[in-house]
């Protein structure tokens, strides 16, 4: 397993947490659909649909939903699949790596960022360090994701995560 | 080896062909710099510049220059390497799959078009079936890419390739 992110303060977001949640655990919350579901958006937010289609290439697709029952549609596909140790996606490009279509004129008020997430987990403790690099080919979309609440919203979405698998 | 590639005819252009070239020089003739800048791009247009790390997410850079002298460069990064058999690589990505940073509104005359390639070669008798597809999002870009001359371009380049390996 070798690091292929080289993080950039203008261009990238990073999360980087301690808890109480084993690796192993982590990486079922995140690739497994039904797991997915319940945590990866903060309440009162819902994530309503998850495709996983887990190996380089393949489909990771999620639908979100506002509490007034707007749907926002995330397509992606997988880059790198490193079981209980790392996970990156991005929308950039889509399944089989097809890149993303562009945002017609039309989809104005959902403005379209595309990223690579780089999702890391390594065991610490009974734990491990959770680790998340958000990179963006341009400042512009990286202010635009932080200005979206990224910290906010990545953080209670974790904690979300833990909530769930220390019950599981 | 499964093939990521999902062939819709509106998004993708695709060259096939049949090689008196083995597989295993058709990956080198990919995958060394020395041998792609003599054969990638048809003359009198020149590669002048080519570099090359050769892993998911790794480098694959290159820059075309015009007769005129004028250089191109092309950015992207790899996505999948399986050694002599399929090399698939996206200038929708650079390097660490970090999304390509937007083409500006200076760089109008050399209008972005991005795709993603996946060549790949079969050992067939004493050749192989050489095959690419070059997928893109969106229609419009489809479009440019094949009026800019992506079979007369690809097809002159892949002569060229026989040429030298067969040389070799």
Redesign the interface.
Known sequence: M?S???IDPK?DLVLERYIDVSPEMVWTAWTDPEHLKQWFTPAPWKTVDCEIDL???GKFHTVMQSPEGQKFPNAGCY??VVPNRRL?F?S???????????AGADSKECAEI???A?VTMEPKGKGCRYHVVA????EG?RKRHEEMGFHEGWGAALDQLVALMQKS
Request: net charge neutral; charged share 10%; proline share 12%.
């Open positions: 070798t292929t992110a080289q261009l190996r380089p290439g880059l790198e990156t991005t950039a490009l889509g399944p089989g790596f097809r890149p993303a279509a562009p595309l990223f690579t780089i990179m963006h080919g341009e979309s």
